[in-house]
């Protein structure tokens, strides 16, 4: 049995290898029910390849962060948050730290939600429903508190708020590129200006194809990016000043803006509260 009482296969036990979460998933497969929950802790060594399920899955890291990458994006997902993966999209995970991680797995019937990754920020009463949920036996009697429960899961789902920490990648190969080369030295000076003459495209012409590409502006896609950069960093225990001006930020005053403005919290409360 794993931790949420859920019969598991041969051989599990303890954090997952990559090889031993690809086992789970194909014990998910098979499992009845339309809501199955598990739980999952991570190492920082473990990044589960790419894969996918018949089911909808919640991810919810309820200590530490990860970031889910798909074709079309990369996911931070932050303490208080989780991660919507519609059925059937490829996606792998990597655990940024040691992970507590409590997954939904959902059958596509069982709600009604946009195809689409989206990160939500969980509510206290989802949190209590997820941690009661993994400790459920794995048949649930109809009429029964295990039954009630997985019911309100299902009530819950669709009204988490939506929170603005997704990362899409465009698809037009120059302008991905472009992009890809950015993350790995993300910086909040970044300008239409600048990435337009790289590209040799008209300031109309970039903003039209960046956005058409992205579904975002560059300065908001900018800021998510240099978001990516940062939480991973603080949860590591690196300084909010350190941090800040390592990203190219002119203060930590100016840092701290930013990522109140996005997350609703200053750096130095975010992780602690979290």
């Known amino acids: 049995m794993c931790e949420s009482g859920q019969t598991v296969p041969m051989g599990y036990d303890g954090p997952p290898s990559s090889e031993q979460h690809l086992r789970r998933i194909a014990w998910i497969e098979q499992v009845d ?86 990160v939500v920020a969980v509510t206290e009463l989802m949190h209590g429903l997820i941690v009661e949920a993994v400790k459920l036996p794995r048949r649930v009697p109809p009429g029964s508190r295990a039954a009630l429960i997985m019911a309100l899961v299902a009530e819950e789902l669709p009204l988490l708020p939506e929170r603005p920490l997704g990362l899409p990648l465009p698809a037009e190969p120059r302008l991905a590129a472009l992009c890809q080369s950015f993350l790995s030295n993300p910086s909040p000076h970044a300008t239409i200006d600048h990435w337009a003459e790289r590209l040799a495209m008209s300031r109309r012409t970039f903003t039209r194809v960046f956005r058409r590409e992205t579904g975002l502006g560059l300065a908001a896609w900018r800021q998510q990016a240099c978001l990516f950069a940062a939480l991973p960093r603080l949860a590591a225990g690196e300084a909010v000043t350190t941090v800040a001006l390592d990203l190219g930020y002119d203060s930590v005053a100016a840092f701290t803006t930013m990522f109140k403005r996005a997350l609703g919290r200053p750096p130095s409360r975010y992780l602690r509260d979290g």
């Open 33 to 118: 029910g339309a809501i199955v929950p598990l739980a999952s802790d991570y190492a920082d060594a473990i990044v589960v390849p790419p894969h996918r399920h018949s089911r909808s899955q919640l991810l919810y890291a309820v200590t530490g962060i990860i970031t889910v990458i798909t074709e079309t994006g990369r996911w931070m997902v932050p303490p208080d948050h989780a991660l919507w993966v519609p059925a059937g999209m490829e996606h792998s995970v990597r655990p940024h730290g040691r992970v507590s991680m409590r997954s939904i797995y959902v059958s596509p019937d069982a709600v009604t939600l946009p195809a689409i990754c989206r």
